[in-house]
């Protein structure tokens, strides 16, 4: 399924795809139909800013905790998310926008 | 030769580290050619019409089941064109008669396309599926094959020749010499031998060889079934319809066993999928008089599976002795999961391996314990030492990092 998120000055389209996974972990891949070029770090102290906990990063990549999931997200934009509910693209959407909103897009 | 050898395949020039073969090898630039004359220069349906250009296209069909049948020591009557593995194996679950009580032996560590079949049998044919457990390693215990052998029920084995997940070498040769002498009929899922052994019907001595043409340079939507010539008849066509028949009446039909395989090619195949599958079968048998290349689909995989072993965090499935496994590692790194392990491959080395389960869940979870599966490298004869050498700098940066 595509889903849009807003950034400062444009609107980008996220393809989301369900990764091999089983039982109650569902894992998904969300890549930008366009390739980003986003700051780790920026993202990285936006998360938490929020109090968002277990977040890591370097120059190319983010790595958190955000509600229950496994969440990776790189500087093309790409994102990896893990134990999200099973057989629901709908949720590994939504779990993106919800991440997305906390972030300071204006920065990135 | 290397240098040449990957010429054929221009996906490599723009830099990546191409291991995932096991899923679909590259294809040369040769097959793309011979698909795109088919196109071009005779592009028309097999079989029925009498114009020229059909003439031509049924000549590269019959020409291609003569190469892959010849690849495997079979002959052209005893191979049926299929889409891939899962549905030769498709042909054979559906078009024996089964019989409640009937036995298949297979085991946990086959490939979902050579499981699931027979467990669906087991709930609407009433047969029973005894599946022997692999080791940890991935090797099977021939003494348990021959044990859940029952002379009076087994009626097939279906097993491996070469493990989708880690590439281990089963010896199928003495499996269906237990299978015949027990009157039971074998099966062999070749998906991951075909495009990297040398493999014989007569030697191995299997009543149904299955394959597919993608992972062997051939293009997707291409494979065979090797089904010996008298067992033919006996499988009930998995589709009818178009081509298939000798005679049909207003309420009945014939089919056309003449050659043999008619009766279970329904439909117009993918004519130029077909030719560029003869296509590969030639471009692989070019490869294989080079020795050289023919050893690296044990030594690359052995010099990785050594070698990852070393690195901190890291863990390696599968046997290590020398010639127990061919053409994949698998491994996976504390506190990393596959997935998460085979993207930053992707997005910060260039990397491209597998990550997940490989379509065999009762091996992954129920043997390995591994809930988030495994990462697979999987190499073909365009792989090369410095491909090795990538992975294996990369797995360090990242076992490293920690995260």
């Known amino acids: 399924m595509k889903i849009e998120l807003e950034f400062a000055d444009k609107v980008v389209s996220y393809c989301i795809l369900t990764l091999c996974s089983y039982g109650h972990s569902g894992d998904y891949e969300a890549f930008p139909t366009i390739p980003l070029n986003l700051n780790p770090k920026t993202l990285a102290e936006s998360f938490q800013s929020v109090c968002l906990n277990s977040v890591r990063f370097n120059e190319t990549r983010v790595v958190l905790k955000f509600m229950e999931s496994d969440i990776t997200i790189f500087s093309s934009g790409r994102m990896i998310m893990e134990k999200v509910s099973p057989d629901s693209q709908r949720s590994a959407g939504n779990l993106i926008s919800k991440l997305m909103a906390i972030v300071d897009k204006s920065n990135l | 030769m290397l240098l040449s050898l990957q010429s054929s395949f221009s996906i490599l020039e723009t830099g990546i580290v191409y291991l995932d073969s096991a899923a679909k090898s590259l294809t040369p630039a040769e097959v793309i050619k011979a698909m795109e004359q088919y196109y071009q220069k005779s592009n028309a349906n097999a079989g029925r019409s009498i114009h020229r250009l059909s003439r031509i296209a049924t000549d590269g069909i019959d020409t291609a089941r003569s190469k892959v049948a010849d690849l495997v020591c079979s002959t052209p009557e005893e191979i049926i064109l299929v889409r891939n593995t899962s549905e030769a194996i498709g042909i054979v679950c559906h078009g024996m008669q089964w019989a409640q009580g009937d036995e298949i032996v297979t085991t946990l560590g086959e490939h979902h396309s050579n499981y699931l079949p ?124 178009g081509g298939v028949i000798k005679n049909v009446s207003a309420d009945s039909f014939t089919l056309n066993y003449s050659p043999p395989y008619t009766a279970h090619e329904c439909g117009t195949p993918d004519i130029a999928g077909i030719i560029g599958f003869g296509e590969a079968v030639d471009f692989l048998r070019k490869l294989r008089m080079n020795k050289e290349l023919v050893d690296m689909s044990f030594s690359l995989p052995e010099r990785a599976s050594r070698e990852l072993r070393l690195i901190p965090g890291v863990h390696v499935a599968g046997p290590t002795a020398p010639g127990k496994f061919i053409s994949m590692v698998s491994f996976w790194i504390d506190g990393i999961s596959p997935h998460r392990t085979a993207a930053i491959l992707d997005e910060e080395f260039d990397v491209l391996v597998r990550s997940g389960h490989h379509c065999a869940l009762p091996f992954t979870r129920g043997i390995l314990k591994r809930p988030s599966g495994i990462v697979r490298a999987s190499f073909h004869y365009y792989s090369t030492s410095a491909d090795v050498d990538k992975l294996l700098e990369a797995v360090r940066t990242i076992a490293r990092n920690d995260f």
């Open chain 2, 118 to 241: 027979w467990l669906r049998l087991q709930e609407t044919c009433g047969v029973r599926v005894v599946a022997v457990r692999p080791k940890e390693d991935g090797t099977i215990d021939l003494e348990d094959i021959e044990k859940a052998i029952n002379p009076s029920r087994t009626k097939l084995v279906a097993l491996a020749h070469v493990s989708n997940t880690l590439g281990v070498v089963t010896p199928v040769q003495e499996i269906c010499s237990m299978a015949r002498k027990a009157g039971a009929m074998s099966l062999i899922d070749g998906a991951q031998s075909v495009p990297h052994l040398s493999v014989d019907v007569n030697k191995i001595g299997c009543d149904f060889l299955a394959w597919s043409g993608h992972k062997m340079f051939g293009p997707t939507g291409t494979g065979a079934l090797y089904c010996r010539k008298p067992l033919m008849k006996e499988l009930t066509p998995l589709h009818v319809g």
